[in-house]
């Protein structure tokens, strides 16, 4: 008799001790979530990873799932106070169309925002999007704009900016180089970079 109830018993223990850690829904960490609401731009950016990576509260118990539509409204959030990461993080969802509806305009529009502030991998791509004018007008002359920023900085990228700043270059009148070139040297003078680590 005592065994009728014992095995049940048993099979659900079994299958609790069992259940893998990730069975259980991860949690925000309260203070985290707090500075985020109370608009701090770094604290908003680590919530949208969070949730871009499946470790924010989930709908399933059973495993984490990436939540690109919170994830976007917290990247947003960093991007409106002018963080360069969130920025590129929401140009991101918008190019793949994750969260958000897929937008090129969208996307080249926080593209630009992040590649103003100085962001070499912003500039790289807002360089690609003006080449094949997705999400903005198709200009050689902004391309190479663009690109001849990204590539004047030394990076794992650099070398592929300037390959495609040549190509780019291939594209454009002498009149139009030297318009380009002279305003990238005062965006450069406007905007002074550190000096790369040896």
Do not use: C
């Not at 608009?39 to 984490?64: E, I, N, V």
């Not at 500039?123 to 007008?137: C, F, K, N």
């Not at 002359?141 to 390959?163: F, I, T």
């Amino acid at each position: 008799m005592k065994t009728r109830w014992i095995l049940p018993f048993l099979a659900v223990f079994a299958a609790l001790a069992i259940t893998p850690a990730f069975a259980q829904a991860p949690a925000i960490d309260p203070a985290l979530l707090s500075k985020a609401t109370a608009g701090d731009a770094a604290a908003q950016l680590l919530l949208g990873d969070l949730y871009a990576a499946g470790s924010g509260p989930t709908r399933t118990p059973r495993q984490a799932t990436e939540d690109y539509k919170q994830a976007a409204e917290w990247y947003r959030k960093a991007a409106e106070q002018g963080n360069a990461a969130g920025q590129i993080r929401l140009a991101a969802l918008y190019r793949d169309g994750k969260g958000v509806e897929h937008d090129m305009a969208q996307a080249a529009a926080w593209y630009r925002k992040a590649a103003d502030q100085g962001d070499v991998s912003a500039q790289g791509t807002l360089g690609l999007l003006y080449s094949i004018g997705q999400g903005v007008p198709q200009s050689y002359v902004e391309a190479y704009y663009w690109l001849a920023l990204a590539s004047g900085v030394k990076g794992p990228d650099q070398a592929r900016y300037d390959a495609n700043r040549q190509n780019v270059g291939s594209h454009i009148t002498a009149a139009e180089l030297a318009d380009v070139t002279d305003r990238v040297e005062k965006w450069l003078a406007a905007h002074p970079r550190p000096a790369a680590a040896e």
